[in-house]
């Protein structure tokens, strides 16, 4: 019984010690998970967790584990939706092309269908050949375009929602900030079908 309770005074103990040590983190990448400190540095190697040709993304959303991930620079979508644990329950699963590229310090936010409503499509807004369709493209897809961030892209959806759909490309000059440098940039990349 002594030996119990002993056994029982040093399990406390260790807890009650390791809970006022600095937190650690669990860094996921897409390969591995490597524990670090909340400085990002590999504790077991005393290395950057973040070196090589990694980049950070923030996962949010739909997903089970939203957090910021650790993943190959030439990683794609798909890959940063299996780090974060997949869909959980009513995500818009097509919403967002997961076979996009990510980008560092991005933000991939996978909605749920409910926040779109009724006239959600899962429609890609890029066509086979490689164009942005401006009136279907989605957040992330009209930022792949030259010069367009993500002020501008919440504009040109703003604009479709406010006026319609845009019969001509050159309407995307309608935009505030989208003028005639940015358009001529942007032009050969973007259709209305």
């Known amino acids: 019984m002594r030996r119990l309770l002993i056994l029982i005074w040093n399990i406390i103990l260790v807890v009650g010690l390791c809970s006022c040590q600095k937190e650690n983190a669990i860094v996921v990448t897409a390969d591995k998970q490597v524990a670090s400190d909340e400085y990002g540095v590999d504790i077991a190697t005393g290395g950057d967790a973040i070196a090589g040709n990694q980049v950070a993304v923030y996962v949010c959303g739909a997903v089970a584990y939203p957090g910021v991930y ?104 309608n ?5 005639d440098g940015i358009y001529n940039n942007i032009k050969d990349y973007i259709v209305v079908n």
Do not use: H
Request: aromatic letters at 8%; proline letters at 4%.
């Open 175 to 179: 935009i505030p900030g989208i003028k």
């Open 70 to 173: 650790y993943l190959a620079a030439d990683s794609i979508k798909e890959e940063a939706l299996a780090a974060a644990g997949g869909f959980v329950d009513g995500a818009a699963s097509t919403y967002v092309n997961l076979a996009e590229k990510i980008r560092e310090g991005e933000r991939i936010y996978f909605p749920y269908e409910e926040e779109l409503g009724v006239d959600y499509s899962p429609i890609s807004g890029i066509t086979s050949d490689g164009k942005v369709n401006i009136n279907t493209a989605t957040l992330d897809e009209l930022m792949t375009l030259p010069g367009v961030g993500e002020s501008k892209a919440c504009s040109i959806i703003e604009y479709r929602q406010d006026n319609g759909s845009f019969e001509d490309i050159e309407d995307i000059k």
